[in-house]
């Protein structure tokens, strides 16, 4: 293959992969340019068919990523005139937070002991935590749903955190993790006659961090969209997380809509591209099969 | 790469911190834009009815005097609301021209009876010629002039008569002067009454208005202390006379009759009767009754835990009316220690968020 | 005898490490126990009994009660369907991808960085335009009524199967990607330097060389994705709610329903259903994966 030719190529690969990151943006960015959009400018732009499907209506039509005129009012709106948006952003923060640093803790003491202790029946049980993982929430639901109420945690966020900082995710990634952490390392402390927990402090710990990091957005990711454990657990609406809530401020208002969605999606955003790599690593981790 | 890094963070950090910030300043700045709203809470029992009102007594019966010919009034004795006693002499007319009348009248009795006499002595003449005819008319011609003779002499008593009774009007009874149609000098008028006595004797009364609600309790016999604007203030029992609708509705005209020596008409009352309804509730004022298709509803302020702190919100309570009075109703529906929206800065709506 | 002696090693770990095991697996193990594996046993027993007030047993009536259900039936085969065809689009989507980005490319890492975007984007974050485009009176409509087409009601009809699809895609390519790419990053360089060398052409060099070599990663692609698949409820239910259209009512929406409304031993019976397909599933791809392994050894 000629350097040219392969420059073409080259070429080619790029512009395809363009179209294809352009198709995969769209939502977002039509979501963040429409949360500057006034409510009219909105209903000119997507509306075709409402005012009785008259021509003149449609012929407005048109998919806009630059609005017409720039009005941060959508944003006002949310984040001053309704304190709904700010107490379930807040109810988001208080479901995720303690579900992650839970699982952070848990996930790496149990973590370290499958990955690096040795004992009868580890791989089976480890096997066990993984297919709990792959089941879909709904599996348990009932007894979950019988247990959170023996414990008196029905309509509580204790009813989702619990289970959430126990969900075998974080436990998975992080023995992949620890799996990665040479033994010769381990030996060496345990030759030294320090025990497993300088072993743990000193080495597991320290060399995990990034799966631990990885773990956080992981699982930052998959419970701040969290939908099937509020709406079957938490029956005030006032008590729901703002995934639900957005859904359902959708009807009506829109323009606020959208700028709930963009301040709903900027922590995410922001998180992903601060720890992409480590999200990245956390990804390639779950891949290995150990 | 550090850079970008560090870019972030910061940005992280700022949108949590103003969102944080939002939060803590988001009841402030709600507050500022919450309608206000002031709050009462309802107290519990029967309605007060309350009736009261002022009226001006007035007697229940009232003599008319009316002058006894068109005279012009010589001297008024009296003035009005001055009291007086039967046979008291009020008015006294110029009589003059009906003296006058008098006189041409006796003038003409005495031309009649001159006449007569000439008659008498024609009948005495023609008895001598025989004339039967002749005899027999003038004999009835003589009793015709008898008879205008007498005509005329009633009609002299009478004006004897009217001078001397009506040129002095009395009082026919006890009582004051409640009306005085006359000036001394000017001519009085035959059709109308001069003056008006308020008759003591058969006493007096008054009326007031009340609404219709507030008087449901009130019964024709019951007895209630009146107030009279006197000095020294005294107060004496009235009795429930009559009660009638008014002609717009809504309200009833009640009528107190009062049997007491020295009143005097014009004389102000006041009455006020306090009555409890049969009906067992909460109390609301009228004003604050709203309506829609579902019934009569009120706002009422509940308190919830929000994010900060506690938030109020209003709702809709639907109550039943089970009494009212002009600005009150008895009502079910409400618990005791509900408070309920008395007065709101802006117009408020069912689960609205307020301050106060 | 090295046998044997390896056993006697391992055993004296068990009783060395064994206390530490407790004090390091004991919270995990606790609240697994507690929320993942009593809640399983529970679930198994509820599947048997009438109802958890009587607790009759009952053998596989509620099994046959579930199977003559046709709202059941309809959300299992539609589940799937989802499974069936969602699982090879993904992997076929994402492996093209990574197959594109590998090796030396300008903006390598921001492509990359895009792709993954979806993947921590709110799903009701997006579902707003989701509904702005595709509702009846949507813009999508509007666009092709004034191309001349009839306007198409995506949510109500088959359409709103391909929307899933489209969704699911968007949401978990990104995902895939990143395993892939790590998987072909580890076949080595040489493999395909001495193919060119060889005179191999691009198809026979993936053939021989990618696909083989991916063969470990790709069976974890799969498995990942048929469970996420078997999660793609959330979006549907943010999208449609509840009830959304026959297309794309799936076994999460009948066992939601059916907690909803209360029918335990329904609920259960399906969960216990669901649970043993997708353990079997997840066992017959292990073994595959260990036989193409051995098969690779050899």
């Known amino acids: 293959m000629t350097a040219a030719l392969r420059h073409i190529v080259t070429s080619f690969k790029v512009i395809f992969l363009v179209l294809i990151a352009a198709a995969i943006l769209f939502p977002v960015v039509l979501t963040a340019s429409n949360s500057f959009m006034s409510e009219d400018e909105i209903s000119r732009h997507y509306d075709a068919l409402n005012s009785g499907g008259s021509a003149s209506a449609r012929e407005h039509t048109a998919i806009r990523l630059i609005p017409e005129s720039v009005t941060l009012s959508q944003f006002g709106e949310v984040l001053l005139a309704r304190p709904k948006f700010l107490l379930h952003f807040w109810n988001s923060v208080k479901l995720t937070l303690p579900i992650i640093l839970g699982q952070a803790v848990v996930g790496t003491l149990a973590g370290f002991a499958f990955a690096k202790l040795a004992f009868p029946g580890r791989d089976k049980l480890f096997f066990v935590y993984l297919l709990a993982m792959l089941m879909p929430f709904q599996v348990t639901l009932v007894p979950n749903y019988l247990i959170a109420d023996k414990l008196g945690l029905l309509n509580s966020y204790g009813a989702i955190v619990f289970p959430g900082i126990f969900a075998s995710f974080g436990v998975f990634l992080l023995r992949q993790f620890m799996m990665g952490i040479p033994d010769a390392y381990m030996e060496a402390v345990k030759i030294d006659g320090a025990g497993y927990f300088r072993a743990f402090l000193h080495i597991a710990l320290p060399l995990a961090k990034p799966g631990i990091a990885a773990l956080i957005l992981l699982s930052f990711v998959d419970n701040w969209n969290m939908v099937e454990q509020p ?21 009506g208002a829109r323009g606020v809509a959208f700028a709930a969605s963009v301040l709903y999606m900027t922590p995410m955003v922001l998180i992903f591209l601060y720890g992409e790599e480590h999200l990245v690593e956390g990804i390639q981790m779950s891949g290995i099969k150990g | 790469m550090q850079r970008r890094k560090k870019t972030l963070r910061w940005m992280i950090g700022l949108f949590f911190t103003l969102l944080l910030a939002l939060t803590f300043l988001s009841n402030t700045i709600q507050g500022m834009s919450l309608p206000k709203v002031s ?31 068109d005279w012009k009034v010589e001297k008024i004795h009296i003035s009005k609301n001055d009291r007086v006693s039967q046979g008291d002499p009020l008015i006294t007319f110029d009589t003059s021209s009906t003296k006058r009348t008098l006189e041409d009248e006796k003038t003409r009795y005495e031309q009649e009876r001159i006449q007569l006499e000439k008659m008498a002595d024609q009948l005495k003449m023609l008895l001598r010629s025989d004339d039967t005819t002749g005899v027999d008319n003038l004999k009835r011609d003589i009793e015709m002039q008898q008879l205008d003779m007498q005509m005329q002499q009633r009609k002299i008593g009478d004006l004897q008569k009217q001078i001397t009774e009506g040129g002095m009007l009395t009082s026919p009874v006890y009582g004051v002067i409640t009306s005085l149609n006359a000036a001394e000098g000017a001519a009085a008028g035959r059709g109308q009454p001069v003056i008006e006595i308020a008759d003591d004797a058969s006493g007096y009364q008054f009326s007031i208005t009340a609404n219709s609600d507030d008087a449901a309790m009130l019964r024709i016999g019951d007895k209630a202390k009146v107030h009279l604007d006197e000095e020294p203030r005294r107060s004496v029992e009235g009795i429930i006379s009559e009660i009638e609708d008014e002609p717009e509705g809504g309200s009833k005209k009640i009528t107190f009759d009062l049997k007491d020596a020295n009143l005097q008409p014009g004389l102000k009352a006041a009455v006020s009767i306090t009555s409890q309804s049969k009906s067992f509730g909460m109390q609301i004022p009228k004003s604050v009754l709203e309506e829609d298709n579902n019934g009569y509803y009120i706002y009422t302020v509940s308190e919830k835990d929000g994010p900060l702190g506690a938030a109020y919100y209003v709702s809709k309570t639907y109550i039943t009316i089970k009494d009212e009075n002009g600005d009150t109703v008895v009502t079910d529906g409400l618990m005791p220690n509900e408070q309920y929206v008395k007065e709101s800065s802006e117009p408020i709506s069912d689960g609205d968020r307020v301050r106060y | 005898m090295k046998g044997g002696n390896y056993l006697k090693r391992l055993g004296q770990q068990y009783r060395r490490d064994a206390p530490f095991v407790l004090l390091f697996l004991a919270p995990s193990l606790a609240g697994f126990l507690l929320f993942f594996i009593i809640p399983f046993g529970a679930v198994a027993y509820y599947s048997l009994i009438d109802n958890p007030v009587n607790g009759n047993l009952v053998g596989l009536e509620n099994y046959g009660a579930l199977w003559a259900s046709g709202s059941f039936r309809k959300a299992f085969i539609n589940s799937l369907m989802f499974a069936g065809v969602s699982v090879p689009v993904v992997f076929a989507a994402s492996l093209g991808l990574a197959m594109l980005l590998n090796g030396k490319l300008p903006f390598r890492q921001s492509f990359r960085s895009m792709f993954l975007l979806p993947l921590v984007v709110p799903v009701a974050s997006v579902i707003l335009v989701w509904q702005l485009l595709l509702q009846w009176n949507g813009a999508v409509n509007g666009l092709l009524q004034q191309w001349g087409i009839d306007p198409v009601d995506w949510m109500n009809t088959r359409w709103a199967f391909a929307v899933m699809l489209t969704a699911f895609v968007w949401k978990n390519a990104g995902y895939n990607l990143i395993i892939f790419l790590a998987g072909l990053s580890n076949i080595p360089a040489e493999q395909y330097e001495s193919a060119s060398i060889d005179g191999a052409g691009a198809i026979r060099q993936f053939l021989h060389i990618t696909w083989p070599g991916l063969a470990p990663t790709s069976f974890f692609v799969i498995v990942m994705s048929i469970v996420s698949s078997f999660k793609v409820f959330r979006e549907t239910y943010l999208v449609a709610g509840a009830y959304p259209h026959d297309s794309i009512y799936t076994l999460q929406h009948f066992m939601n329903n059916m907690f909803q409304s209360l029918d335990y031993p329904k609920l259960t019976a399906a969960a216990v259903l669901l649970s043993i397909v997708i353990g079997a599933t997840v066992y017959v791809l292990f073994w595959a994966e260990r036989q193409s392994r051995r098969a690779l050894e050899q």
Do not use: C, M, W
């Open chain 1, 231 to 251: 709406i079957l657990f938490l029956t005030e609406q006032i008590r729901q997380p703002l995934s639900v809530y957005l859904a359902n401020i959708a009807e």
């Open chain 2, 39 to 69: 709050v009462e809470k309802p107290e519990t029992g029967g309605l007060d009815l309350d009736v009261s009102g002022e009226g001006f007594l007035q007697s229940a019966h009232t003599a008319q005097l009316f002058p006894e010919g």
